[in-house]
C-alpha cells in the first residue's frame, strides 16, 4: 500500500497555464507538507497544514495555493505557471507533533512539473 | 564539502566498505535531525534520526553521530552494498517556534562501487 502517493507523476505545461497536483496520505498523520525540490537537488518546505488549517507557509508566489479538503489530503494549485517554477514538488506528511513538530516526515514519489 | 554548480559532492566508496557521510548544520537551536536517502525517480526516504539530547544512535546498518559542540552530524553506513546508491540528505529542525519545518542540506551523492 502506498503511504504518501502524488499525481501526476509528471506534468509537462505551457507558460501562463494553471495545473494542481494532488496529494493523499493514508498514514493517518495529521499533517502534511510541501516540498519543492530544484535542479540541484535542493529540498525547501513550501506550505504545511495541520488537520486542514495552514501552519506554515513560507516566502512562495501567491500564484501557489495549497487546498486541504480533509487532513489525509493536501493538493497544491498553481495559477499562471512560470518557467521558474520547473521542478520535482514532493508531498509529505507526519504524525500530529506531540514533540513540538519534531516528527518524522514521511515523503510521496513526487511530481515532475516542467514548464514551457 | 559544498556544491559546485549542478553537481552535488560525492562520496565513492567500494562495495563491502563503510561510508561516512558528514553535515555541518547552522542553527545552534536545532535540536531534531534526520537523515534521508533519495534514489533516482523517488522521494527521500527516512534512514535514521537523532534528537539533540543524544549524540549517537544506531539503527540497522546505520549509524548517525550529533556532535553540537562543532555543529556536525554524520551518518556512517557498514559493509555498503550497491542498493546503497543514492543522493542523502541531513535534515535539521529547530525550536518550537519553527513547528515541523525541516531545513534540509544540500545533498551527498553515494557512488557505490564493486
Known amino acids: 500500500d502506498t503511504a504518501v502517493s502524488q499525481t501526476p507523476k509528471y506534468l509537462v505545461t505551457q507558460m501562463g497555464n494553471d495545473k494542481s497536483i494532488k496529494c493523499e496520505q493514508n498514514?493517518?498523520?495529521?499533517?502534511m507538507y510541501w516540498y519543492k525540490q530544484d535542479s540541484k537537488k535542493f529540498l525547501k518546505i513550501m506550505f504545511s497544514?495541520?488537520?486542514?488549517?495552514?501552519?506554515i507557509n513560507e516566502t512562495v508566489p501567491n500564484r501557489f495555493s495549497p487546498k486541504s479538503p480533509d487532513k489525509a489530503h493536501l493538493n497544491l494549485h498553481i495559477n499562471s505557471l512560470e518557467l521558474g517554477d520547473s521542478a520535482v514538488y514532493f508531498c509529505?506528511?507526519?504524525?500530529?507533533?506531540?514533540?513540538?513538530?519534531?516528527?518524522?516526515?514521511?515523503f510521496g514519489p513526487g511530481t515532475r512539473l516542467t514548464v514551457l | 564539502g559544498e556544491s559546485v554548480g549542478l553537481h552535488l559532492p560525492t562520496l565513492s566508496v567500494q562495495e563491502g566498505d563503510n561510508s561516512i557521510i558528514n553535515c555541518a548544520y547552522s542553527?545552534?537551536?536545532?535540536?531534531?535531525f534526520i537523515w534521508y536517502k533519495q534514489e533516482s525517480g523517488k522521494g527521500p526516504q527516512f534512514i535514521i534520526d537523532?534528537?539533540?539530547?543524544?549524540d549517537k544512535r544506531q539503527g540497522q546498518r546505520v549509524t548517525v553521530l550529533l556532535n553540537k559542540t562543532v555543529k556536525h552530524l554524520s551518518l556512517q553506513i557498514a559493509a555498503t552494498q550497491p542498493g546503497d546508491s543514492a543522493v542523502y540528505f541531513c535534515?535539521?529542525?529547530?525550536?518550537?517556534?519553527?513547528?515541523?519545518?525541516?531545513?534540509f542540506g544540500a545533498g551527498t551523492q553515494v557512488v557505490v562501487t564493486p
Open positions: 497544514y495541520n488537520n486542514k488549517e495552514l501552519i
Open positions: 537523532i534528537r539533540s539530547n543524544m
Open positions: 542553527n545552534s537551536a536545532s535540536d531534531y
Open positions: 535534515a535539521e529542525m529547530g525550536t518550537t517556534d519553527s513547528w515541523g519545518k525541516l531545513q
Open positions: 498514514l493517518g498523520h495529521d499533517t
Open positions: 509529505a506528511s507526519s504524525q500530529f507533533p506531540g514533540t513540538g513538530g519534531r516528527d518524522t516526515q514521511y
